[in-house]
């Protein structure tokens, strides 16, 4: 081969490479914030526990394009410090759970913990694929708990598709989480019990006009419960400064697998019923809205059944045995 067909081959083959990775750059952010959180839980009583703490964080996300072509590549990134200021819970014990910062083993603060988390994302067209251990649902059979220092994340997969106008499907399975005050892995759980090892849904997002949305979704937490749901939102503009919205909610919860036999995997059954049980569950709620201007007003009445309380997802046990999952 002479030298100048090595070198256009060599420029051609460099250009491809810029066309192929220039979404990947050119539409990539990067962000740092920063959380700082006092907590004052002082539960009076013969067997409550003081907990007066105080701790920052720092917060590194990365969220790249995609890749030229029919399907695109990419990669979200985060990287997570909390550091604790003081404080803690007193009388702390090897058992004791901390929704503020990660605890040593015998239930103590740590200084400071950490975690590393990335999602690989696939698109093609309007269907995004996300896989990694940085998801962080927010749907209504699974939203990320950020109401604390740090978020929470799961591990896993997640398929979002828009192909369809006016319709959102999405779907996926999980089969780990991380919790707020963690550093460590654990199973996916129904109010803090043994860990599972699936976490799956799916639903879809209708809008058949531009104010009004109707949703279904259904998720299994594996051992633990299935779950359906349906929503209704209609947001009316009475005017150009007045609304009036409405949001309707059902969810009903079965028993799943070991859940009805296996007392490891059984739920706080109501507080009528008490004690740990099957999960069998409706609950319903209805909010209203009326917006004017910047100032609104809700009315809103949610009714839990009383066979058994409403399941949510948890931390369940930990996978590597170190520190005390989130209650």
């Not at 740092?32 to 964080?57: A, H, I, M, N, W």
């Not at 962080?136 to 990320?144: F, G």
């Not at 599972?196 to 279904?216: E, I, V």
Request: proline share 3%; charged share 20%.
């Amino acid at each position: 081969m002479n030298k100048d067909k090595m070198a256009l081959g060599l420029t051609l083959a460099a250009l491809n490479q810029h066309a192929y990775s220039s979404g990947f750059l050119d539409d990539s952010k990067a962000s740092v914030s920063s959380r700082s959180l006092y907590f004052e839980g002082d539960q009076r009583g013969p067997k409550g526990v003081d907990q007066r703490q105080s701790v920052t964080g720092l917060k590194f996300d990365f969220s790249s394009g995609y890749t030229q072509g029919l399907i695109g590549f990419g990669l979200d990134a985060q990287g997570l410090l909390g550091v604790n200021l003081g404080g803690g819970i007193s009388p702390h014990s090897a058992s004791t759970s901390n929704t503020v910062s990660h605890v040593d083993s015998d239930g103590t603060p740590v200084d400071n913990w950490s975690r590393l988390g990335a999602n690989a994302k696939i698109k093609l067209s309007q269907t995004e694929l996300k896989a990694g251990n940085a998801l962080a649902p927010n749907l209504p059979i699974l939203v990320a708990n950020d109401a604390r220092l740090l978020p929470q994340f799961f591990q896993g997969t997640m398929v979002i598709s828009k192909e369809f106008a006016d319709v959102t499907y999405t779907a996926g399975e999980l089969n780990r989480a991380i919790g707020r005050a963690s550093s460590n892995w654990a199973g996916i759980s129904a109010g803090g019990r043994k860990g599972s090892d699936a976490f799956r849904f799916a639903g879809a997002d209708w809008k058949p006009t531009k104010d009004l949305m109707l949703q279904y979704y259904y998720a299994q937490l594996e051992d633990y419960y299935g779950q359906s749901f349906l929503g209704l939102i209609r947001d009316f503009q009475i005017s150009p400064d007045q609304s009036f919205k409405t949001d309707l909610r059902y969810f009903n919860s079965h028993s799943d697998g070991e859940n009805g036999s296996n007392t490891n995997y059984q739920y706080k059954n109501g507080y009528n019923a008490g004690g740990l049980g099957k999960i069998d569950n409706n609950t319903w709620s209805a909010a209203f809205t009326y917006t004017l201007g910047g100032n609104s007003l809700t009315l809103g009445h949610q009714r839990v059944s009383d066979s058994g309380g409403m399941p949510y997802v948890t931390n369940g046990n930990l996978v590597d045995g170190r520190g005390r999952s989130e209650g």
